[in-house]
């Protein structure tokens, strides 16, 4: 079956604009996460759903991050007034339930760039 | 708080030479430890997991233990494969088990 999917998987924008970051995860899978990696380093959490509700956002950088799930499948990472530092690879996975013991599919990524 | 400090790389290895990459944590309560693999223009997989002190976890002829009373995870193959080469991931679970902490990465590379 089809893994976990992301769009678009380059974004370039300029500082300051508004950009959105879209996943599909596979299909039944109820919990949901994004992550941040930048170069050299590994993933950082940043927020993970379970259904629609975002169980946990700690990971959210500041309050130019938000992300949306409103029908428990896929889910949108919205960026306001984009900055430099803003750039990295934006993963996304998703697995069957929450917790450790349920494995976590990782899509592709979305390498944002902001200039 | 939680962390994870892998060994830096990179790390080159013939063909058949034994590997291991250095894993220590830092956490609060009783977290679960994984590896991760990313193969060259692919997204993440795991590897393999221990949910508990002293399990051993095994996948694809590489191995890792979760030592408690050390913080770590190291990870281990017997003898590597070209086809090994790849970046790798050590990872822990937070108390809640939904956010999960991810070390820096080591890229190996195996020659023929």
């Known amino acids: 079956g089809a893994g976990v999917s992301q769009t678009p998987s380059n974004k370039v924008t300029e500082k300051g604009k508004y950009v959105e970051l879209r996943c599909d995860p596979i299909?039944?899978?109820?919990?949901l996460y994004w992550y941040r990696q930048s170069l050299g380093q590994g993933p950082e959490f940043l927020i993970y759903f379970q259904g629609t509700g975002a169980a946990d956002d700690s990971g959210l950088p500041n309050d130019r991050f938000f992300a949306v799930r409103p029908e428990g499948s896929v889910s949108t990472l919205k960026i306001q007034r984009t900055e430099r530092g803003d750039s990295a690879v934006y993963l996304c996975a998703s697995s069957s339930g929450g917790g450790a013991h349920n494995e976590q599919f990782f899509g592709p990524g979305t390498r944002l760039t902001v200039l | 708080g939680n962390s994870v400090t892998q060994m830096e790389g990179p790390v080159t290895l013939s063909e058949e030479a034994f590997l291991t990459i250095n894993c220590t944590y830092t956490a609060t309560g009783y977290p679960s430890l994984f590896w991760y693999v990313q193969y060259p223009g692919e997204g993440l997989q795991l590897l393999l997991k221990a949910t508990k002190a002293d399990d051993k976890g095994s996948n694809k002829g590489f191995e890792a233990t979760y030592r408690k009373e050390t913080t770590s995870f190291h990870l281990e193959k017997g003898s590597v494969q070209v086809s090994d080469s790849a970046v790798y991931f050590c990872?822990?679970?937070?108390?809640?088990?939904?956010?999960?902490?991810f070390g820096t990465g080591t890229s190996l590379t195996v020659i023929p």
């Open positions: 299909s039944g899978h109820t919990a």
């Open positions: 990872a822990l679970s937070g108390d809640t088990g939904n956010q999960f902490y």
